[in-house]
C-alpha cells in the first residue's frame, strides 16, 4: 500500500465512551460529531459469527454472562449491550460484523477492523473475517484495515485474503516484533500512543509501514504525534478532536 487512503483521526469502538463500544449507536454517535473512520473489535461466536465485542467474557458490557465465543449467535442476539452504559441505552444489541460494515459502506464510512480473537482461535478468527470483509468490500476502493495483537490472527488473514491491508498492535515492544510485522506484510504498526519515539517512527517509516496510535484522549498527547509525523490516531474523544483532516 503505496499510499495512506485512511484519515489521522478514527473514532475508539464507535465513539469512544459516549456510547455503549461496539454497538450501532456507536458509529451513529460517532458519525454526528463528524468522523468517518471508525475502530471496532470482531471475534465469533460459538458457531462461526463475526460479531463485535472487546472482552473475551460477557459481564462488563452486556447482561450476559460467560465467554462470548463459547455461545451461538442466537443467543448473543438476544443479549443487553447499552444497558450497561446508560439507561437512553437500554436494550441496544450486540451487533454483527456484518451489519456494522453494511452501515459503514452505506455511509461512506472507513473501518479499523481489531481481530480480538476468544483465546484458542485466533487463526481461524483472522481468516473468517478476513473472508467477509474480503466479500463485502469486494469492488469498493478503500478496504477495511485488519489489526490484531495477535500475530496468528493476522497469519490466518493473510493466508485467506493477503490483499487485504494488516497492521500489528503493540502495547509494549516485545522482541521480535519489528519481524513478524515485515513477515506478515503489514502496512502499519498501531502502538500504545505513549512508546512512539523518532527513532520508533524513522524506524517504522523507514520499512514502507504507517504509524498509528491508541488511544488518544488529551491534547498536549496528540499534538506531540503529529509533531512526531505519525499516521493515524484513535480516540475516545470524539466530543474534543475535530477529525479532518
Known sequence: ?????????????????LAPENTLAAFKLGASHGYRMFECDVKLSADGVPFLMHDATLERTTNGVGTGGDQPWDQLARLDAGGWHSRAYAGEP??????????????????????????GVEAKTGEVVANYANRIWAGQAVPPLLTSFRPESL??????????????????LWDGWFDIARQLQCVAIVCNFRLWTPQLVAQVHGAGMRCSSYTVNES????????????????????????AP
Open 1 to 17: 500500500m503505496t499510499d495512506w487512503p485512511y484519515p489521522r483521526w478514527v473514532a475508539h469502538r464507535g465513539a469512544g465512551k
Open 94 to 119: 450486540l451487533p454483527t460484523f456484518e451489519n456494522i460494515a453494511r452501515y459503514c459502506l452505506a455511509n461512506g464510512h472507513l473501518l479499523n477492523i481489531e481481530i480480538k480473537p476468544t483465546p
Open 155 to 172: 497469519q490466518g488473514a493473510m493466508q485467506s485474503q493477503p490483499q487485504l491491508p494488516r497492521g500489528l498492535l503493540l502495547d509494549t
Open 220 to 243: 498536549q498527547d496528540a499534538q506531540r504525534l503529529v509533531q512526531l509525523g505519525t499516521d493515524g490516531i484513535i480516540t475516545d474523544r470524539v466530543d474534543l478532536f475535530a477529525p
